[in-house]
């Protein structure tokens, strides 16, 4: 294996299945993490949005994992030639509300690869299509996109271009306490072995981040409750997030969303420097 792009292509196309339940406790656990609230499930509720990225994780056994706790690449995903891996962002239909009881199967698809050089040195893409599917058909269709980075890249840097988040209008705000609490129950949740999320020593020491790292899908998670809440109740269609740089443990998540025709805007970011994540919703 030299990680050529020649040899990477060949992953383009691949696919693996995986199945799982969406039990009352999957949905009670989530909702006393992500939602702060005591529920007791009925099987037929509506879980929600959000929920499905802890459904379906690939559970290899220890030997299958790499450094960093993720799962060795080179089996679904290519063996990109760079260490560091991160969930830069995705978009995401959802087209039906997943239900407690709901059996579910994942289908993915490896759709795209590419190479590119960035501020912080070179970067591979992979982007990654799920359809999460129940018995009443398509509920879900995402598209993920990877980032992996060479060891030495460091953290993404705020750029004269970024706006501060301060400065960033809204019609709602919401805070969450970025602890290690919530970072180390969410990992459980998804079942996300990556240790800049729970292991400081390798986050700040091996990885070079100044604390834990909150995990994109989490802080995604929380801007999916406020687009809701934004609008009666009504939890939309379409949703679309991009990591700006990473957002680390220690202060609040802040949560923006700014109202426009058919959507919303919204951010996370925190007291300290400029937003992490930048999202849309429209119903």
Sequence with gaps: MNGGM???TAWIGRCERQKDVLTGRLAQSYAATVLDQIEEPIEGDAAPQGIHWCLCPPSLPMGALG???HPA???FLPPVPLPRRMWAGGRLEFLDALRVGDAVERISTVRHIEHKRGRSGELWFVT?????STGRGLAVREEQ???YRAETAGAPQATAEDSSFADTPADAVTKVAATPTLLFRYSALTFNGHRIHYDRSYATGIEG????VVHGPLQAALLLVLAQRMHDGVPPRRFSFRGQRPLIDGGDIICKGLNREGGADLWTGNDRDNPHIRAEAEW
């Design 145 to 147: 996109d990877l980032v």
């Design 209 to 212: 981040y100044a604390g834990l």
């Design 73 to 75: 690449t080179g089996g």
């Design 67 to 69: 450094r960093d706790g």
């Design 6 to 8: 020649s040899d990477l």
């Design 128 to 132: 990654v299509q799920h359809e999460i």
